[in-house]
């Protein structure tokens, strides 16, 4: 067993501490399972609950885990920044690259990028995302500075930012605009894949169909989907629920001859600036190879 003391960096509003944990030493479900369990949780050297306990400047805690965090480390890799400012960062992120490190994969990741461009600019932050896309979804990533910025951005997530995507998917979505209100959860024997079940979290998906024709022979239409929840995998899920899993998306039964890869990519962001209030509205163009296909879209 190891033990890890952390002592919490100045300026930090009071948090839970597995939100803590989570942000800055970006523990896993599994790891903080075994820290609240363990008997092991001090705080300031007193044995305290870590489910219940607030965090604060100065504190220090201490607990007992057989696995050391996964850290992020800065490395010199390309970053396409759309916005950044005092508090948070928002970058495009390209297909094929997860956003957080991994034990099998510690490098080349979002994560790594922004470390990285930190360190370039003789910035003093950590990695903390506010949401998260999949390895193959393109699109606007935010990115807390600090994690009582990222705290404030993802407790409140639905009041603060809002997100808007494009997908390509076969067929046409009737009607053309509409909501898709179906729970979603784990597949039985899997880790990563989800389904829709009765016995899983509520999750509703808005969409707008914005151009339809054919692509060669193949039926396509082109969606615009906002979030109200954000669910794992939430889109792909329910469009291959409804019988169009988004092109190139094979893991949900997606048609890779146009796209090897799922033709989504968050274009468009809007949140409130946590520090002055401010509104801020991105977005960003559709990636070349969504691009292409859009534009051999034939009526």
């Not at 696995?67 to 495009?92: F, G, Q, R, S, T």
């Not at 193949?218 to 469009?239: C, D, F, N, W, Y």
């Amino acid at each position: 067993m190891t033990q890890l003391t952390v002592t919490l960096p100045t300026g930090l509003t009071a948090l839970p501490v597995r939100t803590w944990l989570r942000q800055t030493q970006h523990i896993s479900n599994s790891q903080w399972r075994r820290i609240k369990n363990s008997g092991t949780f001090r705080l300031n050297g007193i044995p305290a609950n870590a489910t219940r306990s607030l965090v604060q400047t100065g504190d220090v805690i201490a607990f007992e885990s057989e696995k050391h965090p996964c850290l992020v480390e800065p490395e010199n890799l390309p970053l396409d920044i759309c916005y950044e400012d005092a508090a948070v960062l928002v970058v495009n992120k390209p297909a094929g690259q997860i956003v957080h490190p991994l034990v099998k994969e510690p490098h080349g990741t979002l994560g790594n990028a922004v470390l990285g461009y930190y360190a370039r600019t003789g910035q003093q932050h950590g990695f903390h995302p506010v949401h998260r896309l999949d390895r193959q979804t393109t699109g606007l990533v935010l990115i807390a500075k600090e994690p009582q910025v990222q705290y404030q951005l993802s407790r409140n997530g639905q009041q603060l930012f809002h997100r808007a995507y494009l997908a390509l998917i076969p067929g046409a979505l009737a009607p053309a605009s509409g909501s898709i209100a179906l729970p979603l959860g784990p597949a039985p024997g899997s880790y990563v894949r989800q389904m829709v079940t009765p016995q899983g979290k509520p999750a509703l998906t808005y969409y707008r169909t914005l151009r339809t024709g054919l692509i060669a022979d193949i039926p396509v239409s082109l969606v615009e989907l906002t979030l109200a929840t954000g669910r794992t995998h939430q889109i792909r899920v329910h469009l291959a629920h409804l019988g169009h899993p988004l092109l190139g998306d094979d893991f949900y039964g997606g048609d890779t001859r146009l796209l090897p890869r799922q033709a989504l990519h968050a274009y468009h962001l809007t949140f409130t600036q946590p520090l002055s209030g401010e509104t801020i509205n991105l977005t960003t163009p559709l990636p070349a190879d969504m691009a292409a296909l859009v534009a051999q879209i034939r009526d």
